[in-house]
């Protein structure tokens, strides 16, 4: 009778984990889904809601895992980050072949982008996805989202030192920029 | 950073883009769509390899056991340590 009385009791735990994972997730989903597009288009993705929808899968995947529910959030930043990463270096990977066989497309801006910025907007955007993906990624947590250093370095997988230097380069790149268009 | 200002006018120009973004309001129906159905395949998959291991395992099991030598003994692998014969007592005389 122990046993016949254990099954269904496990089923609904486990039913209702994964309720609880389903409505959490929603919740998070409802939150952060724009800012998360925000940051990866930011970052430079040009697939940016396939980028967050990948990192909403992960993170249902590993949901029993995580350390809190508060921790999702960083997580979700963090992978975001890192898929945008692997994703313009793929791109870059293809345009380089792309090239060589001379079918080559440039860089189209989106609609969006062409209506809302201005011309020194659009020269200092262009500057920013010029940079390396390390300093660009730090200066738009730090800038944009105004992280502190450590959760920088936490979204990043670096070191704050590592964050100071990348936020101080970016930033150094990008004033030469400004300087020259003067 | 050397020019003045410039954190504030990459704040705007950071701003600026980002505001211009728009999602597919449809977007967490589709997303959680499809997260559910590569985790389902993903458990499936999990399951079929399992079971896969698992009857592999066997079967290799089952030839091992099915080629050995069924005179060898595994378990007493000691030489056999036969009773001796008791020895050869002359009974002649005495009892």
């Given at each position: 009778m122990t046993e016949t009385g254990t099954r269904p009791r496990g089923a609904a735990a486990r039913t209702g984990t994964d309720s609880d994972r389903e409505a959490a997730i929603a919740e998070l989903f409802e939150i952060h889904h724009l800012p998360l597009v925000r940051l990866a288009v930011l970052l430079g993705a040009d697939d940016a809601e396939d980028v967050v929808a990948e990192a909403f899968y992960q993170l249902y995947r590993r949901w029993p895992r995580?350390?809190?529910?508060?921790a999702a959030a960083t997580y979700l930043r963090s992978v975001v980050v890192n898929l945008t990463r692997m994703r313009i270096r793929h791109l870059q990977v293809v345009r380089k072949h792309a090239a060589r066989s001379g079918d080559e497309q440039g860089h189209v801006a989106s609609g969006e982008e062409s209506a809302v910025l201005r011309e020194d907007q659009k020269a200092l955007v262009d500057a920013v996805r010029a940079l390396p993906a390390r300093q660009r990624e730090a200066l738009v947590l730090r800038y944009?989202?105004?992280?502190?250093e450590s959760e920088i370095a936490d979204a990043m997988g670096i070191s704050p030192g590592s964050v100071k230097v990348h936020v101080s380069r970016g930033m150094a790149a990008l004033s030469r920029v400004l300087e020259e268009r003067k | 950073m050397s020019t003045p200002g410039a954190d504030e006018r990459l704040r705007e120009a950071l701003d600026a883009l980002a505001s211009g973004v728009r999602v597919d309001p449809d977007a967490y129906r589709r997303a959680s769509a499809g997260w559910r159905r590569r985790y389902r395949r993903r458990r499936l998959v999990l399951a079929i390899l399992a079971a896969l291991v698992f009857a592999a395992a066997d079967a290799v099991g089952l030839w091992a056991l099915s080629q050995a030598?069924?005179?060898?003994h595994v378990i007493f692998s000691d030489p056999a340590h036969r009773p001796e014969a008791p020895a050869q007592v002359d009974r002649i005389g005495q009892p």
């Amino acid at each position: 009778m122990t046993e016949t009385g254990t099954r269904p009791r496990g089923a609904a735990a486990r039913t209702g984990t994964d309720s609880d994972r389903e409505a959490a997730i929603a919740e998070l989903f409802e939150i952060h889904h724009l800012p998360l597009v925000r940051l990866a288009v930011l970052l430079g993705a040009d697939d940016a809601e396939d980028v967050v929808a990948e990192a909403f899968y992960q993170l249902y995947r590993r949901w029993p895992r995580l350390r809190s529910p508060e921790a999702a959030a960083t997580y979700l930043r963090s992978v975001v980050v890192n898929l945008t990463r692997m994703r313009i270096r793929h791109l870059q990977v293809v345009r380089k072949h792309a090239a060589r066989s001379g079918d080559e497309q440039g860089h189209v801006a989106s609609g969006e982008e062409s209506a809302v910025l201005r011309e020194d907007q659009k020269a200092l955007v262009d500057a920013v996805r010029a940079l390396p993906a390390r300093q660009r990624e730090a200066l738009v947590l730090r800038y944009w989202l105004d992280l502190r250093e450590s959760e920088i370095a936490d979204a990043m997988g670096i070191s704050p030192g590592s964050v100071k230097v990348h936020v101080s380069r970016g930033m150094a790149a990008l004033s030469r920029v400004l300087e020259e268009r003067k | 950073m050397s020019t003045p200002g410039a954190d504030e006018r990459l704040r705007e120009a950071l701003d600026a883009l980002a505001s211009g973004v728009r999602v597919d309001p449809d977007a967490y129906r589709r997303a959680s769509a499809g997260w559910r159905r590569r985790y389902r395949r993903r458990r499936l998959v999990l399951a079929i390899l399992a079971a896969l291991v698992f009857a592999a395992a066997d079967a290799v099991g089952l030839w091992a056991l099915s080629q050995a030598d069924p005179n060898t003994h595994v378990i007493f692998s000691d030489p056999a340590h036969r009773p001796e014969a008791p020895a050869q007592v002359d009974r002649i005389g005495q009892p």
